[in-house]
């Protein structure tokens, strides 16, 4: 696998016989799987399954203890610090729950905050960005001035200011009502509509139903039966 392939079949996202340990807690045991370029797949199980040390792994915000994490033709286990760094940075964008925006910065002041950290911020850019998820008209609100659901959508624009090929979003709708809900999936299903592999860590089984994949966890381990298991279990 490398970045100059181009098929519909890539293999974006491979982890193979992948163990995450916290001490003596086992987060993840033995975990291999694959996603495909452009797929959108639902990581799903209870609280403590392991589904956001996945996400984490993926994104290279943790290390596994054991086994391999290849994403983007990219060997993550390899990298140091400032590789990954620049790993995230160039292929990555990651939703949070609880959003995490600058307090005291606008909405497009976020945006182009992400952008610095890419390059050199660009206010039109942030702007355009910005219209993507509808509050092009909120540019200048602070984040306390804007409701949960907008919020959230700022933090969408936010992660993908860098123009990343994978987007990871753990529990994006879980602060948000219904109406909200809809819109910030909406907003994803246009993402996955341009190209973008989404990986979605939730608990609402109504979010999957649109999703190629579901990845079950269950006590850090993958579940039997999930859908499509022929799409996710690494076989070679």
Known sequence: MNNIENSADRRIITLRNTTK?????????????????????????????????????????????????????????SLKQEGLAEFRRDNIGIVFQQFHLIPYLTAVENIMLAQYFHGLPDKEDAMNTLEIVGLKDRARHLPSELSGGEQQRVAIARAIANEPSIILADEPTGNLDEENEQTVLSIFRQLKDEGKTLILVTHNADISAGSDAIIRLEHGRIKQPTTPIEALKETG
């Open 21 to 77: 340990n916290f001490g003596t807690l086992m987060a993840l045991n033995d975990v291999s799987l694959s996603i495909k370029e452009g797929e959108e797949v639902t990581i799903m199980g209870p609280s403590g399954s392991g589904k956001t040390t996945l996400i984490n792994l993926i994104a290279g915000l943790e290390m596994p203890t054991s086994g391999s994490i290849t994403v983007n033709g990219i060997e993550l286990n």
